[in-house]
């Protein structure tokens, strides 16, 4: 099987529905699937072959859901970069996934004319809203090419999508896909992830596309619903569209939907069509959770996952939500849920053995989504195998119930005085204080502990909170290996594009600094 067959059935049975949609178009699903087949043709017509890399640079667009789908379609190897990301990594990625063709946004041009000289395999140009002596408008492309299906489809084994990591230990790291993977991460949405999706169903795409987001498209478009497509995020119009076009789902960062909560209208709830709203990508603060589910309602459902083995594979479903406020037990909000349908998820000691119910260790998984293994790097596949298990660099536990709860990335302890610290759960407790507003916990260099704990935190709007005070206000809260040391408030913590605090960022900047002193 693959999304070919998926698109198809789609396009018989909700041929005149509309499909997609954003601030000034709309196309019906027969629309959008003959625009597909025109992109797809196109591509072919240049010289690409089904089994090479294409690759786009883009925000959220409707000719980025049409470059997905044509990619699956025609069996070109997709990969989606990141449009915040650097110049650098950019042509790392291109480079290193050999992509042969490059489709990028109009105000991307100046970006892509820098470092065009300096990627190695790109022969194929394509501006979206644009056009240059070296690259193909998007349009102007269609127009020329005929709608014809693709003469061959992708096999389920097939690559069907290279995904880059944040390189938080060194390169960016490809993730290769299947085709079966994602038939797979489909299936898990409409049985586990949100399975009331129905042809009346309105889908707000605005956290980035070419993340966990793009994971709404296809299940959607399985069940004949629409996506209402935001070139960005802004919580403002984000609040107006929620109110005013019936959005019945939608998946967002924590960070997200904070924001999104400051701009909605008191009692603004009984004014929501929400059965769905998920996230994942970073902790969510119990308040402020307590909080999101006051809001919006009993539809928050979070996922954990990372693209080793996308897009969650445990789910702590709406109604956990609702157990936990019912029984007070706010516990269970720490949680990531329990085990999709199809996946099994487990804790493993370093020796590879599995762990008891409340014991702590790493999070491993096997399931049909897990990845067929990182792009020309055996040896990286080869560290995180352990039999038939993934080990996913995430420490946690699984109580007796099944439900898994992260403590922190592996990489991210602090060993201080021999005693293993994990940053996540410090700062569980220091959003408790109604002073602060973000915050990030490392470790940095102590000759007597080995490493100290560090708070850098981004103060509340109008607090004076001093450094003393936090570290007095902890010492009450937390034992003493987890005790802050030291405080410093920045006004900014930075983030990825999915709203992800990027802890390792703020400690090379913090341990730079240090070393210079």
């Known amino acids: 099987m693959s999304i070919t067959l998926l698109l198809d059935n789609a396009t018989r049975k909700f041929a005149d529905r509309i499909a997609l949609e954003d601030d000034t178009r709309s196309f019906s699903y027969k629309d959008f699937i003959n625009r597909v087949d025109k992109f ?144 797979h991460i489909i299936s898990t949405h409409l049985m586990d992830v949100n399975p009331r999706i129905a042809p009346d169903d309105v889908s707000l795409l605005c956290a980035p596309i070419t993340h966990a987001t793009g994971s709404l498209v296809m299940p959607h478009f399985a069940r004949g619903a629409r996506l209402k497509i935001l070139h960005q995020f802004n919580p403002e119009r984000v609040a107006e569209i929620c109110i005013n076009r019936n959005i019945t789902s939608s998946f967002m960062a924590p960070t997200m939907i904070q924001l999104l909560m400051q701009h909605m209208k008191k009692n603004s709830r009984e004014n929501l069509n929400f059965h769905s709203m998920l996230y994942g990508g970073a902790s969510f603060p119990v308040d402020r959770l307590e909080e999101a589910l006051e809001t919006f309602g009993p539809v928050l459902g979070q996922l954990y996952g990372q693209w080793e083995a996308p897009v969650g594979f445990t789910v702590l479903q709406p109604q956990d939500h609702i157990d936990a406020l019912k029984s007070d037990n706010s516990r269970l909000l720490h949680s990531c849920g329990r085990a999709i349908t199809f996946a099994d998820v487990d804790i493993m000691n370093d020796e590879g053995d599995l762990l008891l119910p409340g014991q702590t260790g790493e999070i491993v998984t096997k399931g049909g989504n897990v990845m067929l293994g990182y792009l020309n790097n055996e040896e990286a596949t080869t560290e995180i195998r352990e039999g038939s298990w993934q080990r996913t660099g995430d420490i946690g536990e699984i109580d007796s119930d099944g439900f898994v709860y992260i403590t922190d990335r592996k990489k991210d302890m602090i060993v201080t005085g021999g005693n293993n610290v994990y940053p996540r759960q410090i700062e569980e407790v220091i959003y408790e204080n109604k002073e602060i507003e973000e915050a990030c916990i490392i470790g940095i260099p102590d000759k007597l502990w080995g490493e100290t704990v560090h708070l850098v935190a981004v103060r509340k709007p109008d607090s004076i909170v001093t450094e003393d005070a936090i570290i007095d206000w902890s010492r009450e809260r937390l034992p003493t290996d987890r005790r802050i040391r030291s405080v410093e408030f920045v006004g900014s913590l930075p983030k990825s594009n999915y709203g992800k605090i990027l802890r390792k960022e703020i400690r090379d900047s913090v341990r730079s600094r240090m070393s210079k002193n």
């Open 40 to 183: 797809g043709q196109a591509l072919l017509a240049c010289g690409l072959m089904p089994g090479e890399t294409i690759a786009c640079l883009t925000n959220n667009s409707i000719e980025l859901v049409e470059f997905d789908a044509a990619a699956a379609r025609f069996g070109f190897i997709r990969t989606m970069l990141n449009a915040r990301g650097s110049r650098e990594d950019h042509e790392y990625c291109l480079n290193f996934a050999s992509a042969k063709a490059l489709m990028f946004e109009e105000k991307m041009l100046e970006h892509v004319s820098i470092m065009r000289d300096q990627l190695e395999h790109v022969k194929l140009f394509i501006c979206v809203g644009g056009k240059t002596a070296w690259a193909l408008n998007y349009e102007e492309l269609l127009d020329r090419a005929k709608s014809k299906s693709p003469n061959k489809v992708p096999v389920s084994s097939d690559v069907h999508s290279i995904y880059f990591t944040s390189g938080t230990t060194g390169r960016p790291k490809g993730v290769m896909l299947t085709h079966s993977n994602w038939v």
